[in-house]
């Protein structure tokens, strides 16, 4: 700790004036005698995060930092800080109780340079707060992908003016680096590997994604939206991302919303609009490197009782400047790898572009919906609407210009940081 | 006969010692020790005491619980389930003040009101916990030579709004906790139970019920939950407070909703299960609230099907759905998310999320029983 509060000092004195008569140390269930030499830690971590006051800084010593029940802050303008997310671990190997590892409640929150590992549910949940940064910080379930993992990495949902930079997110059981419900978000400079969902922005409105690297995850970035939840998202930009060999098994928990992602997806929008896609290294995904759909190809359940207010059509999408190698040679899906045999042939690959054509009935123009200027890139549209039946690729429809995003500007504390 | 009546209380906000600060825990210390009070005593925010006792608001005396005259026991139609604790609810209010009556908000307190709950168990010889009691809800009842306390949580009306505090027993006195506790007890049936003590931040994830604000009121101490026989007497909790001068503001009794009593057999299905459901759940799962993010609303005033989660696929609920597609299926519970959120004790998929280590079976079925009477199809 930075600096130690009255009220914590009050205890620890208390502790050493009372002997065993101090609270909270009955169990011990939080030490586990191999972590024993931050066993003060542990002790000191929680007292610090529920007796913080406004402007501490918490520090994480180098270490394993072994967790039985999960960690709590509700206190704005905290920062905690470790030393390096190699050195400065929270294991919550064997929690017994709380469905995340740290779940924080607070805006004007920094978290840097630690790792959050093995928590039973979600790694790190930001759930409300304004100006939040998370850097430099591994969420990883160490076994590797497994459908019994936690479900999200790094989980800011209803968030404003949020930074995610420089993490890394390994094996989520549903998305590595989850945006849910957020405003003006930026990620970049991440590494999201072995989780179904590598990234995912999903009913965000703002977001950039630039300079991540998405490898071996079933799907690697992923912008959607959902129903039924209280904000409908629009306005992402994904560029000069590294996103490749996004060829992961999908271990998702059969029900949840990436369940339905086919392994080998680059690139996937589903019900979102204006989201821009450029400057991209796309390689070997092998479904397709990138692809655009609607609410109706997800596999979701509920499909004919999506709410009259939702928007299930991907619209005003943009697509240029990124480079493809490889891909969409094995897709993930019974049903679109008999298309990709069926349009090209046993060894011929889908193009790099799929999309499933499905388009609002009642839109007042035919489009557009989808513009690619992407040199030699093809989009093919399956026609999933009819189906598949007049499947084709058609670029002269998708040569169109949407108007440019602006880029995102973080605010206030993190405007020093863009 | 219905006029205010005023009856004895005790001093109002007394501050039962100061010192200066560098001196507190010698002095807490000292308190703690030497100061028996017979009295409720009221603490600043800045001087919680270590031990409960000091507040004065029970004594244990001859393996019985005492209460001074001035604290209120009450109950709750319909409670949260807490791993089939019994719990000891207490009200304490300052002389001369009154609480004032809202119809579907906790009920605004008075600086210097303390309400307590006091989590128990059965004991057997050998310490064993049991999960079933006929405990009649009279705290003279409680004999403490077959009974285990566990902890008490306090909330306190400060100036600046509630505090939650919570101290664990033992050994005859509770200790004030500020980060909580995992306290594994032995269970009659030769299991264990991994009883979870809050942490301060924990208690504000259920009485934090506008997400955003994150201020934290009471959760129970509603017009609709406490409208019911006392324990105790039998008379209306709210009627009695009414007479006594306790409670202002309240319309006459055939206006004050009534939460129904999820336990009573013969009671409405569909009012027993929404009472359950939003005590148990409604805390978060409102449009104000912590899970305001799923979409899934449970609290009373919900009434949008969708949002209560019929046909409603889940959004980020990881392997908490179950493998199932729907929140609720109506007619097939064994297909509904809800109904298997509640029937596992897996943190990552369990519902609540904190509070339960066992499945409430009862409720459980109370909830099944509804989702199976619901009709309608998931197309």
Redesign the interface.
């Known amino acids: 700790m930075h600096r130690p509060h009255?009220?914590?000092f009050?205890?620890a004195?208390?502790m050493f004036?009372?002997g065993g008569?101090?609270?909270?140390?009955?169990?011990g269930?939080?030490i586990s005698p191999a972590m024993a030499s931050s066993e003060a830690f542990v002790?000191q971590f929680?007292?610090a995060?529920?007796?913080a006051e406004p402007g501490d800084i918490i520090d994480v010593p180098a270490g394993v930092h072994s967790f039985?029940?999960?960690l709590?802050?509700?206190t704005d303008g905290v920062t905690i800080r470790g030393k390096g997310m190699d050195k400065s671990i929270l294991s919550f190997k064997g929690?017994?109780?709380?469905?995340e590892g740290l779940?924080v409640?607070a805006s004007d929150f920094v978290i840097e340079d630690l790792a959050i590992e093995d928590t039973?549910?979600?790694a790190l949940k930001v759930?409300?707060g304004e100006n939040i940064i998370i850097r430099h910080i591994r969420t990883e379930w160490t076994n590797g992908p497994d459908?019994?993992n936690?479900?999200?990495g790094i989980y800011p949902?209803?968030t404003v003016n949020t930074l995610i930079e420089g993490s890394v997110a390994i094996a989520a059981?549903?998305a590595g680096i989850?945006v849910?419900?957020s405003k003006n978000v930026i990620v970049r400079n991440n590494r999201a590997e072995y989780n179904v969902a590598g990234i995912e922005v999903e009913n965000t409105i703002g977001a950039d994604v630039y300079d991540n690297i998405a490898t071996n995850n079933t799907g690697g970035i992923l912008v959607f939206n959902?129903p039924?939840?209280?904000q409908r998202g629009h306005s992402t930009r994904v560029y000069n991302n590294q996103v490749s060999r996004n060829n992961t098994e999908n271990f998702a928990?059969?029900?949840?919303?990436v369940s339905g992602v086919p392994k080998g997806s680059g690139i996937l929008v589903n019900s979102n609009d204006n989201v821009e896609i450029f400057n991209n290294q796309l390689s070997d995904n092998d479904t397709a490197n990138i692809l655009i759909s609607s609410y109706f190809s997800a596999n979701?359940?509920?499909?004919?009782?999506l709410?009259k207010e939702f928007d299930p059509y991907p619209e005003y999408i943009s697509i240029y400047g990124n480079t493809f190698q490889g891909g969409g040679e094995k897709p993930g899906a019974d049903y679109l790898n008999q298309i990709r045999v069926a349009l090209y042939g046993p060894t011929g690959a889908f193009p790099d572009i799929i999309w499933d054509g499905i388009v609002n009935p009642e839109a007042a123009t035919d489009g557009p919906f989808i513009c690619v200027n992407n040199s030699e890139a093809k989009l093919l549209n399956l026609d999933a609407g009819n189906n598949f039946e007049g499947a084709q690729v058609n670029m002269a429809v998708h040569d169109c210009e949407v108007g440019k995003l602006p880029a995102i500007v973080l605010r206030g504390a993190l405007a020093n940081a863009s | 006969m219905f006029a205010l009546s005023t009856k004895p209380k005790a001093r109002l906000l007394k501050r039962p010692f100061t010192c200066a600060?560098w001196l507190?825990?010698?002095c807490?210390?000292i308190l703690g020790a030497c100061h028996r009070s017979p009295e409720v005593q009221f603490f600043g925010d800045?001087e919680y005491p270590?031990k409960l006792s000091a507040w004065g608001l029970m004594q244990l005396d001859n393996q019985l619980i005492r209460l001074p005259s001035e604290q209120q026991v009450y109950e709750l139609n319909t409670p949260l389930f807490t791993d089939y604790a019994l719990k000891l609810r207490t009200l304490y209010l300052p002389v001369d003040t009154s609480i004032s009556y809202r119809a579907t908000d906790a009920f605004d307190f008075p600086v210097g009101s303390i309400i307590s709950k006091t989590f128990f168990y059965p004991v057997n010889s050998s310490g064993a916990i049991a999960l079933q009691s006929s405990w009649n809800g009279n705290p003279h009842d409680i004999d403490l030579s077959v009974h285990r306390l566990i902890e008490t949580r306090l909330l306190v009306r400060q100036p600046q709004g509630w505090d939650a505090l919570s101290?664990?027993w033992?050994n005859g006195e509770a200790?004030?906790?500020?980060?909580?506790?995992?306290?594994?007890l032995p269970v009659d049936d030769g299991s264990e139970l991994?009883y979870?003590?809050p942490?301060?931040?924990?208690c504000?994830?259920c009485h934090?019920e506008n997400?955003?604000h994150?201020t934290i009121h009471p959760i129970g101490l509603k017009a609709r939950h406490l409208n019911r026989p006392h324990p105790i007497h039998a008379r209306n909790q709210l009627l009695n407070w009414q007479q006594s001068g306790d409670l202002s503001g309240a319309p006459q009794p055939a206006l004050i909703p009534r939460n129904a009593r999820w336990g009573e057999n013969n009671g409405d299905l569909n009012l027993r299960a929404r009472a359950y459901l939003d005590i148990n759940c409604g805390h978060c799962h409102n449009p104000r609230g912590?899970a305001?993010?799923?979409?899934l609303m449970l609290d009373h005033q919900a009434s949008d099907p969708?949002?209560l989660g019929v046909?409603?696929?889940?959004?980020?609920?990881?392997?908490?759905?179950?493998?199932?597609?729907?929140d609720i299926v109506p007619g097939n519970p064994e297909l509904s998310?809800l109904a298997y959120r509640m029937s596992t004790t897996?943190?990552?998929a369990m519902m609540p999320?904190?509070g339960r280590?066992r499945v409430h079976r009862e409720g459980l079925t109370l909830i099944e029983d509804w989702i199976a009477s619901l009709s309608g199809v998931?197309?």
């Open positions: 009255l009220l914590s009050t205890i004195l208390l004036g009372c008569e101090s609270a909270s140390s009955s169990s269930a939080d002790q929680r007292e995060l529920e007796s039985k029940r999960a709590t802050l509700n929690q017994i109780s709380g469905a779940s409640n039973i549910g979600d759930n409300e459908v019994n936690g479900a999200y949902v209803q059981s549903d989850y849910g419900q959902m039924q939840i209280p928990a059969p029900g949840t919303a979701y359940a509920g499909q004919k009782n709410a | 600060r507190i825990p010698l807490l210390v800045q270590q101290y664990i033992r200790y004030l906790s500020i980060i909580g506790d995992l306290i594994t991994n979870l003590v942490s301060r931040n924990q504000a994830g934090a997400h955003t994150g912590a305001d993010t799923s979409g969708a949002h046909c409603k696929p889940p959004i980020a609920s990881g392997r908490g759905s179950g493998g199932h597609l729907y998310i897996d943190p990552a999320e904190l280590a998931c197309l």
